[in-house]
């Protein structure tokens, strides 16, 4: 067996690579956020949110003319083509629907949202390979299940409205909801590793917090006993993501906030709200590592393989990983090894990456099989991490690279090893 020791920066073992080359890396469904409004969305609003090194957006879809209407053709076109936007440009977006955008504005009544749900279904399955998570909305003021004007802010309706946000999207989407006792409420819960990801609409909502950090119970995120701590254990295997919204020291300081990021396992955050907590983010040292750390980090400290594999057999490959960031992936995505010599050979292994919590290397020990007519040579080893959406696979922009600062070459959405093998 060969081995490659590559010894990556990671913050998990006391190293600060904030500033490096690695640091710098964008990938997808990970990190800090832009806004845009999915009814008036034009390129260059994305392009800039890209050279900002930005992978995710937020997309605002506010819909007050249709509280008493079915929607029309020409709103689901402007939908579809925002997503066709963000497609283009290799980024993702987390959508939330509302028609209340201030004080005294009312929402929808149930059978009206319900409609609408509906009537957004083909859309939301169509583009849902662009989509991160998406927001429950729909309900209250700003579409955050607070303040409804027809009681919709109680456990029937909102479980209602879960159920058929979840029925709208496919079985690998998630919805993500602004209390933790909404969810257990619906579905009970916390997740664990055994409840993790079995297609169960428990396992498929996640949480937003709008007022991260803002007071000892974020505003009212955290109101019920144990709703803070049930947040702590489900956030582990769901989405996590929204914004700060006060200055409230110590808590909303750098030591606190990337404590109380790590612990609820943030995958994306807005990049523009609250300016004043970010900016003192910025003065005390800590906003790259945030901008770094949020989502996952996945490295790779070591490589064994073998030297030599003959054609129609196995070549043992034992690949070490790491999840430096605060989160581990939201949505699948094959793991696969790539041979690259006179031919090349694509092999997947049987690994969930959504199972790489941060902090808990593993070992995938992948038996590779050789086609039986490969032809003899050198082949170097690699790693691909693509999305699995077919309109997605080939883009390196949605593919994950490693968090590796040596030792890892990234050519067209593969990280290449300096490791090889022979074929006699």
């Known amino acids: ?29 990970r990190g800090f956020h832009g806004f845009t409004n999915l009814r008036n969305l034009d390129g260059g609003i994305l392009t800039n949110h890209a050279n900002s090194g930005f992978s995710v957006v937020y ?17 689901l076109a402007e939908l579809a083509a925002s997503f066709d936007l963000v497609r283009e440009h290799g980024m993702k977006v987390v959508p939330r629907f509302h028609y209340s955008n201030g004080e005294g504005e009312p929402d929808a009544e149930l059978e009206r949202i319900l409609g609408h749900i509906e009537q957004l279904t083909p859309l939301l399955q169509e583009h849902a390979d662009v989509i991160l998570t998406l927001q429950a909305g729909f309900v209250g003021l700003w579409g955050e299940w607070h303040g409804s004007m027809h009681g919709l802010d109680a456990p029937g309706p909102r479980k209602q409205i879960l159920d058929a946000l ?19 409420q619906a579905y009970g819960g916390p997740l664990t590793a055994d409840t993790a990801h079995d297609g169960s609409a428990m396992a498929r909502v996640g949480h937003v917090n709008d007022c991260f950090l803002a007071s000892d119970d974020d505003f009212g995120t955290y109101q019920e006993p144990g709703e803070k701590d049930y947040a702590v254990a489900d956030s582990a295997f769901v989405p996590v993501g929204g914004e700060t919204c006060a200055v409230n020291p110590p808590r909303s300081e750098c030591p606190s906030a990337l404590a109380e990021l790590a612990l609820h396992h943030w995958t994306h955050l807005n990049s523009a709200y609250n300016v004043e907590v970010l900016e003192g983010w910025q003065q005390d040292g800590c906003f790259a590592e945030i901008a770094c750390r949020l989502g996952y980090r996945i490295a790779v400290p070591a490589l064994r393989w073998a030297a ?20 581990a992936p939201v949505n699948p995505r094959p793991l696969v090894l790539v041979f690259d010599g006179p031919a090349r050979v694509e092999v997947a292994a049987e690994f969930d990456v959504r199972a790489l919590q941060p902090g808990e290397p593993q070992t995938v020990c992948v038996d590779a099989a050789l086609p039986a007519d490969l032809p003899p040579g050198t082949y170097r080893i690699g790693l691909r991490l693509a999305d699995p959406a077919p309109s997605l696979t080939g883009d390196p922009r949605q593919a994950i690279r490693l968090a590796n600062d040596t030792g890892v070459e990234w050519t067209d959405g593969v990280n290449w090893f300096e490791a090889s093998f022979t074929v006699d």
């Open 1 to 29: 067996m060969q081995q490659l020791a590559l010894a990556p920066a990671l913050f998990s073992a006391g190293d600060d690579p904030s500033n490096s080359p690695a640091c710098a890396i964008v990938n997808p469904e």
């Open 59 to 75: 997309g605002q879809v506010l819909l007050p003319e249709f509280r008493d209407a079915p929607l029309d053709a020409d709103v």
């Open 166 to 184: 979840l029925a709208a999207l496919p079985p690998e989407r998630t919805v993500t909801v602004r209390r933790p006792s909404f969810k257990q």
């Open 308 to 327: 030599s594999g003959v054609p129609g057999g196995a070549l043992p490959v034992a690949l070490e990983l790491v999840n430096d960031g605060f989160a």
